[in-house]
C-alpha cells in the first residue's frame, strides 16, 4: 500500500490548486489513464481544498507505480512540471499509509481539528473509485476500516466540540473582526455544494436574514436558497449579486477564478466604497488574490488564511489529539495484522502441501524397494518421516506466523530463503 499526496501542511495553496481535481468529470479521465497505465494497480483519490492524495495498492505479485512514477503522471495530466512540486509531494507506504488515511478520515490531518465534512469526502472519493472499476480488496478493506475508525474517534473522543468546521472558524475568527452583528447583512453565497451549504447555516445562527444563492446550475441554487429561506439568482447576475453583498463566501470548485481585479472593479462603481467580507474556500481560488489589494476595505480571505488560528484550536485541544492518535494507532496494527494474515496463509498451506506431497513421493519410492516391510514397520516409518519434515517446517513457518502478527512483512522473504536454503 502507497499514498502520495500534498496537503495544506506540506505545500501551499497555489501549489495545491495546480494539482487538484475539480471535477467529477476530469478525475474520471484521471482515472482512465491510470487505469491504462497501471492496470493491476488499485487506486484512490482524495481531492479537496486542503489535500491531493493518490492511493494505491497492489498484491503480492504484482509491482505497482513508484513515487516518481506517480508524480509524472500529476505532472502531465495537469501540465505542472515536477520541480514545481515534488519537494511538496510527499510518499507513505505500508503501515505508514494506512495510518495517514485514517488520521485523514478521523480529521485529525485537517486544517480545523475535529471537522466532520472530511470524512464524507473520503467516502464519496472511495465511492467514485469504485464506481470507476479501481478499488480492489485491499483498497476496499482499507478505506471501509478508514470510515470506521473515524466514527470510533468521533464517539470516543472530544475532537468534534466547538469550532469544528471552516465555516465556524472563518466567521467566527475574521468574520466578527470586520463586523460587529450580521443580523443586517446581506449574504452571497457563489455555488450550492456542502462547504457552501454549511458555511451558510451557521451564518443563518448569526442572525443573517437576506441570502443569495448564484449557482452556474440555477436549479442547484434554487435548492440551496429553499433550504435556507435565500433568493436564487442566475449566474450572468453574479456581478450584480456581488454589489449587493457584505459577506460573499464562494465554493465553487472552478478550475480559473471567477471574479478578478476588473471584475471587481465594475462591482466597486454599483457599490461604492463600502466594507466586503470574502470567505474564498475554492480549490482552485475563485477570487483572485489580487481582488484584496484594490481598496483597504475589501477583507479577502482563503484557506491557506485559516492554517494560523486552525492551529491555536489544535494546540488547544492536544489531550485529545493524543487520544485519538491512540485510537488510530491500535486501528493500524488491527488493520495490518490482518492484512499479513491474508497474505502469509496461502504461503503457509502451500508450503505444508508442497513440502507433505514430496514426503509421500519418497515413502512410495522407498516402500517399493523395501517390499519385505509388513504394515507396521511401514507406519513407524511413515511417522518418523511425518514428524522430521514438520520439525523442518516449524521455524520458518513460526517466523511467517509471528511476522504476520507483528505486522513485518519484509522477513517473509528470508523466511522463504530459510526454507529453501536459497543464497543471495
Not at 234 to 246: H, K, M, R, T, V
Request: one cysteine or more; aromatic letters at 8%; a negative charge.
Amino acid at each position: 500500500m502507497q499514498v502520495v499526496y500534498c496537503n495544506h501542511q506540506t505545500a501551499g495553496l497555489d501549489i495545491r490548486e495546480r494539482l487538484a481535481f475539480s471535477s467529477k468529470e476530469q478525475l474520471d479521465n484521471a482515472y482512465s489513464v491510470l487505469k491504462k497505465s497501471y492496470p493491476a494497480t488499485e487506486m484512490v483519490v482524495i481531492s479537496t481544498c486542503n489535500r491531493v492524495e493518490l492511493y494505491t495498492a497492489t498484491q503480492e505479485s504484482e509491482v505497482g507505480p513508484t513515487h516518481q512514477d506517480l508524480a509524472k503522471f500529476f505532472s502531465e495530466f495537469h501540465q505542472v512540471p515536477i520541480s514545481d512540486f515534488f519537494e511538496d509531494f510527499l510518499e507513505r507506504t505500508g503501515p505508514d499509509a494506512v495510518r495517514h488515511l485514517f488520521q485523514v478520515a478521523s480529521s485529525l490531518d485537517s486544517m480545523v481539528l475535529g471537522e466532520p465534512q472530511i470524512v464524507n469526502q473520503v467516502k464519496e472519493a472511495y465511492q467514485r473509485a469504485t464506481e470507476n472499476a479501481l478499488c480492489g480488496p485491499l483498497t476496499h478493506a482499507l478505506f471501509q476500516q478508514a470510515i470506521r475508525v473515524s466514527a470510533r474517534v468521533r464517539t470516543e473522543t472530544q475532537l468534534s466540540e466547538g469550532r469544528v468546521s471552516i465555516a465556524s472558524v472563518a466567521v467566527g475568527t475574521f468574520g466578527k473582526g470586520i463586523f460587529e452583528r450580521f443580523d443586517d447583512k446581506t449574504v452571497l453565497i457563489i455555488g450550492a455544494g456542502e462547504m457552501a451549504e454549511e458555511t451558510l447555516i451557521y451564518l443563518k445562527d448569526e442572525g443573517v436574514k437576506r441570502v443569495l444563492v448564484v449557482n452556474r446550475s440555477l436549479e442547484n441554487a434554487q435548492k440551496l436558497a429553499t433550504k435556507v429561506g435565500g433568493e436564487a439568482k442566475p449566474y450572468q447576475d453574479l456581478e450584480d449579486c456581488i454589489a449587493a453583498a457584505d459577506v460573499i463566501v464562494s465554493t465553487t470548485g472552478a478550475s480559473q477564478p471567477i471574479v478578478d481585479v476588473a471584475c471587481f472593479k465594475r462591482v466597486l462603481k454599483k457599490a461604492g466604497n463600502k466594507t466586503f467580507f470574502i470567505l474564498d474556500l475554492g480549490a482552485p481560488r475563485d477570487f483572485d488574490p489580487a481582488v484584496g489589494e484594490i481598496s483597504d476595505n475589501i477583507f479577502l480571505y482563503d484557506i491557506d488564511d485559516l492554517e494560523g488560528t486552525c492551529e491555536k484550536n489544535r494546540r488547544a485541544r492536544q489531550k485529545e489529539v493524543e487520544s485519538a492518535l491512540a485510537i488510530i494507532d491500535e486501528e493500524t496494527d488491527r488493520f495490518m495484522h490482518g492484512v499479513y494474515h491474508r497474505a502469509t496463509g496461502p504461503i503457509i498451506k502451500q508450503l505444508r502441501e508442497q513440502w507433505h506431497e514430496v514426503r509421500e513421493q519418497e515413502v512410495d519410492k522407498l516402500f517399493s524397494r523395501l517390499s519385505h516391510l509388513d504394515e507396521k514397520d511401514q507406519e513407524l516409518i511413515k511417522r518418523s518421516i511425518e514428524q522430521i519434515v514438520n520439525k523442518l517446517l516449524h521455524p520458518p513457518l513460526e517466523v511467517l506466523r509471528q511476522e504476520a502478527r507483528e505486522g513485518t512483512p519484509h522477513g517473509l522473504l528470508d523466511a522463504l530463503k530459510q526454507l529453501f536454503h536459497i543464497r543471495d
